[in-house]
T-cell receptor, first 112, second 113 residues
Framework: DTAVSQTPKYLVTQMGNDKSIKCEQN?????MYWYKQDSKKFLKIMFS???????INETVPNRFSPKSPDKAHLNLHINSLELGDSAVYFC???????????FGSGTRLTVV | GENVEQHPSTLSVQEGDSAVIKCTYS??????FPWYKQELGKRPQLIID?????GEKKDQRIAVTLNKTAKHFSLHITETQPEDSAVYFC????????????FGEGTQLTVNP
């Protein structure tokens, strides 16, 4: 009955590889997000989708490509991974408007 | 865009004392201000929020105050306990930004028994 679930929880991969992270929410929310948390704990928005439509697209390398097949799912595909991509990636969801987010448990990505 | 500054970056208190974390924001159109608690290795969790039509909100030992004129808001934790130790984030958002939450840089709170 997890509200926002992300897989995998841990991901260790070599530079140059391509990887995907999946996110699903069962809260009936219409908006989903990807945030990156670096080693200094700073939470920075990457993308947001509302009802499968991209509404926020921050300055992120185009190696990162989000995809939302429906409003309950938001995936993140990363091509040609680099050392600097190592971070914790959080998926979150909310209702559009001034509402708090529910975060997933995070995916710790380590690029070696 | 919105810019949120948070102070202090680290805060150490004795059990039972109060803790105060302060944030300022830059965009006067922001109207929603949540606070998140993130324990080590866990996800950020919403602990309290306040909207721009309210000056203060309280929930048991935690309270948040908002001063729209000065564009700052604060988190107050009373009677702190060791389990309050965590990183706390403030955030701000506005409807016109697509529900984008801009986060402060976080405060590591340590409550010493």
């Amino acid at each position: 009955d997890t509200a926002v679930s992300q897989t995998p929880k841990y991901l260790v991969t070599q530079m140059g590889n391509d990887k995907s992270i999946k996110c699903e929410q069962n809260l009936g929310h219409d908006t989903m997000y990807w945030y990156k948390q670096d080693s200094k704990k700073f939470l920075k928005i990457m993308f947001s989708y509302n009802n499968k439509e991209l509404i926020i697209n921050e300055t992120v390398p185009n190696r990162f490509s989000p995809k939302s097949p429906d409003k309950a799912h938001l995936n993140l595909h990363i091509n040609s991974l680099e050392l600097g991509d190592s971070a914790v990636y959080f998926c979150a969801s909310s209702l559009l408007g001034d509402y708090g987010y529910t975060f997933g448990s995070g995916t710790r990505l380590t690029v070696v | 865009g919105e810019n949120v500054e948070q102070h202090p970056s680290t805060l150490s208190v004795q059990e039972g004392d109060s803790a105060v974390i302060k944030c300022t924001y830059s965009d006067s159109a922001s109207n929603y201000f949540p606070w998140y608690k993130q324990e080590l290795g866990k996800r950020p969790q919403l602990i309290i929020d306040i909207r721009s039509n309210v000056g203060e909100k309280k929930d048991q030992r935690i309270a948040v105050t908002l001063n729209k004129t000065a564009k700052h808001f604060s988190l107050h934790i009373t009677e702190t306990q060791p389990e309050d130790s965590a990183v706390y984030f403030c955030a701000a958002s506005q409807k016109t930004s697509g529900s984008r939450l801009t986060f402060g840089e976080g405060t590591q709170l340590t409550v010493n028994p």
